[in-house]
T-cell receptor
């Protein structure tokens, strides 16, 4: 079965720097990969989706890359702000599942210090 | 538009009791999913409805869990009888089938504690 690995240790960075979070998967290439943000006591909030035939996607200060050879996605937040502090989840949709079920990683907690 | 609504937000019940969680998806969303996060683990899929039909219930832990979506609108997830290991946060999410570029919209979850 698919396993998704995200760095379980918190990532601490200074305001204004670029945060880079990693998502590695171990099995088949997903149909697409999504990144979510989760704040304490809230549900995940969708940020970006990237398909298996796409290398990069951008949205404002966010950028996602997808390397099917390395089986890895990188999630970048440029010019980070303290308000970006949250847990970021990577989720993959299998190409073999018609129902669009997602498999989640454990998430990485980002702390942006002023 | 209103988001996905779940209630209760918290529930504390004793082992052996019954609990029913409710999810109101975004109006018009035909896909409804239930996920669960137990302490220290990642969010895991439980089941998927398309309108009122169960599309995939491969993630349901056992037959103590029963989900329904009568009329294809809101959904309920009943746990009967509850066990200690059922504790966790239960999330509901909805999605429109024809949306090819968006993600799922999640509710804030129901935190279930079985004591």
């Amino acid at each position: 079965s698919q396993k998704i690995e995200q760095n379980s240790e918190a990532l601490n960075i200074q305001e204004g720097k670029t945060a880079t979070l990693t998502c590695n998967y171990t099995n088949y290439s997903p149909a697409y990969l999504q990144w979510y943000r989760q704040d304490p006591g809230r549900g995940p909030v969708f940020l970006l989706l990237i398909r298996e035939n796409e290398k990069e996607k951008r949205k404002e200060r966010l950028k996602v890359t997808f390397d099917t050879t390395l089986k890895q996605s990188l999630f970048h937040i440029t010019a980070s702000q303290p308000a970006d502090s949250a847990t970021y989840l990577c989720a993959l949709r299998s190409p073999y599942n018609a129902g669009n079920m997602l498999t989640f990683g454990g998430g990485t907690r980002l702390m942006v210090k002023p | 538009e209103a988001g996905v609504t779940q209630f209760p937000s918290h529930s504390v019940i004793e082992k052996g009791q019954t609990v029913t969680l409710r999810c109101d998806p975004i109006s018009g969303h035909d896909n409804l999913y239930w996920y669960r996060r137990v302490m220290g683990k990642e969010i895991k899929f439980l089941l998927h409805f398309v309108k009122e039909s169960k599309q995939d219930e491969s993630g349901m832990p056992n037959n103590r869990f029963l989900a329904e979506r009568t009329g294809g609108t809101y959904s309920t997830l009943k746990v009967q009888p509850a066990e200690l290991e059922d504790s966790g946060v239960y999330f509901c999410a909805s999605r429109l089938s024809r949306d090819r570029v968006g993600g799922y919209t999640f509710g804030s979850g129901t935190r279930l504690t079985v004591v």
